[in-house]
């Protein structure tokens, strides 16, 4: 036996705050149709459903219910939509913005242009100013580049170092003290 859509709509009214009551024309006849106020069952805010099946107050709040975001979450790892969407990324974000992406970080970041870090990329031979190592030919973009070594206080560039060496000063908070340590503390223990 097919369930009634009457207990559905008993337990709406059960819950329900206010009702309001909208006059609907079907041929010449006025026919009045009730709708009764409910709260949102993701937010809580009290609504008016625009149907009897309603039970969120928005798309947002439905697309938060339990079984409607996990069935999205299951839709966006099917193989199909996953390319679709790829696809759809790579020509709104093609190779050309990151170019630009570069041009303004750096411009944004540390007040230069492409062509002032070539610059200093060619004076230094392509190599870290602190190891002398060249960045690696393979692995993150991180890794593959040199970066912009800068004072935090003063804003002034200072060179380009590898990841290695940029994160190290990073950590070492540019505190000259605390590099004499660390470097009495390799001695003490390379002489041991």
């Known amino acids: ?10 337990a709406t009214r059960h819950d ?18 009730t709708r009764t106020e409910q709260a949102c ?21 439905y697309r938060k219910l339990p079984q409607v975001a996990h069935a999205n979450n299951e839709r966006k790892k099917r193989p199909e939509v996953r390319d679709r ?19 303004h970080n750096l411009r944004k970041n540390y007040g230069l242009t492409v062509a002032e870090y070539e610059q200093m990329f060619d004076r230094q031979n392509g190599v870290c100013a602190i190891c ?5 030919q393979e692995g993150w973009k991180t890794v593959t580049r040199l970066h ?6 003063t804003g002034q560039v200072r060179s380009l170092l590898c990841n290695n060496c940029n ?21 003490r223990w ?3």
Do not use: W
């Open 1 to 10: 036996m097919a369930r009634s859509h009457t207990r559905n709509s008993e």
């Open 16 to 33: 329900a705050v206010g009702v309001s009551e909208t006059p609907r024309r079907e041929g010449q006849r006025t026919i009045v149709t």
């Open 41 to 61: 069952r993701v937010c809580g805010v009290i609504f008016t459903p625009y149907r009897s099946r309603c039970v969120t107050c928005s798309k947002t709040c």
């Open 85 to 103: 969407r790829n696809a759809r990324r790579r020509e709104t974000y093609g190779p050309h913005d990151a170019t630009k992406n570069r041009e």
């Open 132 to 136: 002398g190592e060249p960045p690696a």
């Open 148 to 153: 912009v070594d800068h004072d935090h206080n």
């Open 167 to 187: 994160r190290a000063l990073g950590y070492f908070q540019d505190n000259r003290e605390l590099l004499r340590r660390a470097t009495e503390y390799l001695e």
């Open 190 to 192: 390379k002489q041991s």
